[in-house]
C-alpha cells in the first residue's frame, strides 16, 4: 500500500530553520506531483508548496515564499522542504501530499502522510 512517512519536525526559535523530508513507498514515484500542506491548531489545512514530477517547476503559498523551497529525489522516492527564516505563524502540523496533477487544492491530492509537528517559539 501507499504510504508516505515525514520526518524533521522539531522546536525552532524564530529566525531558524528545519528541513522536513517524507519517504514514499508503494507508488511509482515519479509519476506523482508531491506536496506539502499545513495545519494549525483551530484552522484549515493550507496549502505550502507544491513540486511537480521531475522537479523543474515548484510553487509556493505566498506567506513561505522566500523562505521555504520544496526539492524532490526520483531516484531516493523522497520529497523535502527546507524551512528557513521560520516564524511564529508557521507553527503548525505540515504533511506531505502526493497528486495526479500540479495544485494547490487539498483535494486533489490522492495520498497522504501523517504529519509532523513543527513549532516556532522561543
Known amino acids: 500500500q501507499v504510504q508516505l512517512v515525514e520526518s524533521g519536525g522539531g522546536l525552532v526559535q524564530p529566525g531558524g530553520s528545519l528541513r522536513l523530508s517524507c519517504a514514499a513507498s508503494?507508488?511509482?514515484?515519479?509519476?506523482?506531483?508531491m506536496g506539502w500542506f499545513r495545519q494549525a491548531p483551530g484552522k484549515e489545512r493550507d496549502f505550502v508548496a507544491s513540486?511537480?514530477?521531475?522537479?523543474?517547476?515548484?510553487y509556493y503559498a505566498d506567506s513561505v515564499k522566500g523562505r521555504f523551497t520544496i526539492s524532490r529525489d526520483n531516484v531516493k522516492n523522497t520529497v523535502d522542504l527546507q524551512m528557513n527564516s521560520l516564524k511564529p505563524e508557521d507553527t503548525a502540523v505540515y504533511y506531505c501530499?502526493?497528486?495526479?496533477?500540479?495544485?494547490?487544492?487539498?483535494?486533489?491530492?490522492?495520498?497522504w502522510g501523517q504529519g509532523t509537528q513543527v513549532t516556532v517559539s522561543s
Open positions: 501530499a502526493a497528486g495526479r496533477r500540479i495544485t494547490m487544492t487539498l483535494n486533489d491530492y490522492d495520498y
Open positions: 508503494g507508488l511509482t514515484f515519479r509519476n506523482y506531483v
Open positions: 513540486v511537480n514530477w521531475w522537479g523543474g517547476t515548484t
